[in-house]
């Protein structure tokens, strides 16, 4: 532990030590007992300093009093380990020197799912309603993640990319494409048509083509990892894996106790005090802000799985870039394409996808995975069965593509003619969460549902995509209203 850490952690482990001891300790007249366990008020060891990080080190050596030894406290608990959630934990511990922060991740490792399972893609904006925080936060993201990768040397590649209209009718999307990204500030667009789109993609038969030479790919699995690595060597932070809030407290002194335990497991039951806390949960963030004191029968969670192949090694080079299809419409999906990929999991590949499917679980990576409290939740969704409706079609079409291999290639065939069932292979798969307004509309925006349980949370109901993109901007704007309601100052 640096001088810097060992200043800040020891303090720490002292008032956390203070507000701890407030609790009776209750114990049996007629028992022996021992001072300390196994372990226990022992020096730092290096390795856990080394992978959980120097305040995680200094508090387990140094453990509470033992009938509290379960609590621990913090200014900021972030609910979510996905790459929003730990980009927000580092922007508040970046801002604010004093503050010590906890991630609390239900899985046993940060990015398990939709940060881990996408085509990894970096956003230039084009998509997204001028003005909208996801305008804002993709433009400003896509920035702000090509630099955090040059400064931390992970591999992120401006390859650029082609959204084409297969006909003339198509086109017109092109042109709005261009107009609305370029109100969102993206640079370098241009419209392509059919001899200067042959020029970069000779694989490619289109009309017409919307060329952003700022659009990219990067490992957000990766990326996590190293602001994970950050939050831990900063010596306020902690990631506290395994741990599933199942509910929350207001308790004495404004502030809020956190009970979580191992995903399927009865106990030990863990408890986290903190004064805020922000939840980032993805698939989860309507019923986590149910549990912060939000409204549970607002943005409610859809989940969609999207199925990606890859081209087998000898293929893989028949395109050099992201390569779209217009937007098929209904606000989701934005359709299969070709994206290379700088997985340090995977490979580099060429993928190809991903579909939209609803899933009968919210993490059902498979079509046959199911759980009823999730069907139940999405079939008793009056909104999305308004969005199923206007855009049955749509709906239906994606289901079939998720279980016909055919269907699915003959969409990329469209514009990659030549792509045959004999040169793709299966890959992952992925599964995105939507939140649905009254009226069947695909929310359009990120939603921040604020100044919950008396004003101690702030919870993101909905990122879907561009949040990996924008996670970096995105956690700026979490960190202002945090800021905002919280009455925090710098």
Not at 295 to 318: A, C, D, M, S
Request: proline share 5%; aromatic share 10%; hydrophobic share 35%.
């Amino acid at each position: 532990m640096n001088r810097y850490s060992r200043r800040i952690a020891v303090p720490l482990l002292q008032r956390s030590r203070a507000i701890h001891t407030t609790a009776p300790i209750l114990k049996k007249a007629d028992l022996h007992y021992f001072d300390k366990l196994p372990g226990e008020r022992d020096v730092p060891r290096k390795g856990v300093e080394k992978f959980l990080g120097p305040l995680r080190a200094e508090r387990f050596a140094n453990s509470f009093p033992p009938a509290t030894s379960d609590k621990d406290i913090f200014d900021v608990a972030i609910v979510g380990g996905g790459i929003v959630g730990l980009a927000t934990a580092r922007e508040v511990l970046r801002r604010y020197p004093e503050k010590t922060v906890v991630v609390l991740e239900k899985e046993d490792h940060v990015a398990a799912h939709q940060t881990g399972h996408n085509s990894g893609v970096i956003h230039a904006g084009l998509y997204y309603t001028p003005g909208s925080r996801m305008a804002h936060t993709c433009v400003r993201g896509a920035e702000l993640m090509y630099q955090y990768c040059e400064e931390h040397g992970l591999p992120a590649e401006r390859c650029g990319k082609l959204i084409v209209a297969c006909n003339e009718e198509e086109h017109a999307q092109v042109e709005k494409l261009y107009n609305q990204g370029t109100a969102n500030g993206v640079k370098d667009l241009e419209i392509l048509y059919r001899d200067q789109i042959k020029e970069l993609e000779p694989n490619v038969e289109a009309y017409s083509a919307l060329n952003s030479p700022n659009t990219g790919i990067v490992n957000y699995w990766l990326v996590s990892q190293c602001i994970a690595d950050e939050i831990r060597q900063s010596g306020r932070g902690d990631i506290k894996l395994s741990f599933e809030v199942v509910k929350m407290d207001k308790v004495e002194g404004r502030r809020v106790l956190i009970k979580g335990r191992e995903p399927g497991q009865s106990g030990p039951n863990l408890y986290v005090n903190a004064k805020n806390v922000i939840t980032c949960g993805g698939f989860y963030s309507d019923r986590l802000a149910k549990i912060s004191g939000g409204n549970p029968k607002e943005h409610r969670i859809v989940t969609f799985r999207g199925t990606y192949y890859q081209l087998k090694p000898e293929h893989r080079t028949i395109v050099s870039r992201n390569i779209y299809p217009v937007p098929s419409g209904g606000g989701i999906p934005v359709g299969v394409h070709f994206t290379p990929t700088v997985d340090v999991r995977r490979g580099h590949q060429m993928i190809v996808g991903p579909g939209a499917c609803i899933t009968f679980s919210r993490e059902g990576y498979k079509f046959f995975d199911f759980k009823l409290k999730d069907i139940l939740d999405f079939a008793t969704n009056t909104a999305f069965w308004e969005f199923v409706y206007q855009n049955f079609s749509l709906s239906m079409g994606e289901l079939y593509r998720d279980l016909s291999k055919r269907a699915f290639l003959k969409s990329g065939q469209r514009y990659v003619p030549k792509l045959t069932g004999d040169m793709v292979e299966p890959s992952f798969s992925g599964v995105m969460s939507q939140v649905f307004e009254p009226g069947g509309i695909a929310a359009g925006d990120y939603i921040l549902e604020r100044n919950c349980l008396d004003g101690l949370a702030l919870n993101l109901r909905n990122a879907p995509s561009p949040a990996a993109t924008g996670s970096l901007a995105i956690a700026e704007m979490l960190a202002d209203a945090a800021a905002e309601d919280f009455e925090w100052s710098k």
